[in-house]
């Protein structure tokens, strides 16, 4: 199933110049991650975009040509958590991005899904921010931001792989805001409710199942049925908080969640 197509507002670019940073982002051959790259080299920075599908970072790299930045794309499997780590050395501003999704019920989930689940979005981002905090705490300058989600939150039944790791990612990001404020480092997360990326059309089947409803439901009753806004976000938007948080005017905000959720959690 696709999903519909509602179009957002009027897309518009906060001030940012990056030129001379260094940018790292995971899951970046598509959806928020691609995104992300595109709009954090049109600010200047050298990107190095992170993801396990070559294809997808080809054709990222394709679209970033122009740009006042580059993106270099980066072949890596968050699973090997080692190359990780090394991979974020030398970045000023760090994107933790990556994710995957499963809806079952807690007792048909498979355990080796939640393990990777875990492993990939929130053991991966640990180390990544472990790797990269050396050079920010060295020069007195970072952005450490975290993608979340409204699941960082709230919780939704079926999701528990998804849910438990976005929660402990909220908690690892105000550790490291605590830790890295005296650094000039700041750590927050954005918590977007549904993007419309693969990840969400991929899933829209395994909810009508989980539901018990058709597919044709899943958008209205299920994704968009706790949010005051009808329609999905456009993974720009996304970009644009990510970006925000760059600036010199968010230099004061840090350890917070900033919910892009359309009125979800207002109730």
Aim: include cysteine; charge should be negative; hydrophobic fraction near 45%.
């Amino acid at each position: 199933m696709t999903v519909p197509t509602t179009p957002g507002p009027q897309h518009s670019t906060v001030d940012l110049d990056l030129n001379g940073r260094t940018a790292l982002v995971t899951g970046a051959a598509g959806g928020i991650g691609r995104a992300c790259a595109l709009r954090l080299a049109a600010a200047g920075a050298k990107v190095r975009a992170l993801d396990r599908d070559a294809a997808g970072l080809d054709a990222l790299a394709g679209h970033a040509e122009g740009l006042a930045g580059v993106v270099e794309p980066r072949l890596l499997d968050l699973t090997d958590l080692d190359a990780a780590e090394l991979a974020a050395a030398g970045t000023d501003i760090l994107v933790n991005n990556a994710g995957m999704q499963l809806v079952r019920p807690i007792e048909e989930f498979p355990p080796d899904v939640f393990h990777t689940v875990l492993t990939v979005m929130l053991e991966a981002p640990f180390r990544l921010i472990r790797g990269a905090l050396p050079h920010m705490y060295g020069q007195g300058w970072g952005r450490i931001v975290n993608i979340s989600s409204v699941h960082g939150l709230r919780a939704s039944a079926y999701k528990s792989a998804y849910v438990a790791a976005k929660h402990g990612l909220e908690g690892l990001s105000k550790t490291a805001a605590l830790e890295g404020a005296a650094h000039g480092v700041t750590s927050n997360c954005v918590n977007p409710a549904y993007v419309r990326t693969p990840l969400v059309e991929r899933q829209i089947a395994d909810q009508a199942e989980a539901h018990g409803i058709p597919e044709d439901r899943v958008l209205a009753e299920v994704m968009l049925g706790d949010s005051a806004l009808k329609r999905l976000i456009e993974p720009e938007e996304v970009a644009e908080a990510v970006a925000y948080l760059c600036t010199p005017a968010a230099s004061f905000i840090t350890g917070t969640s900033l919910a892009l959720d359309g009125g979800w959690t207002a109730h």
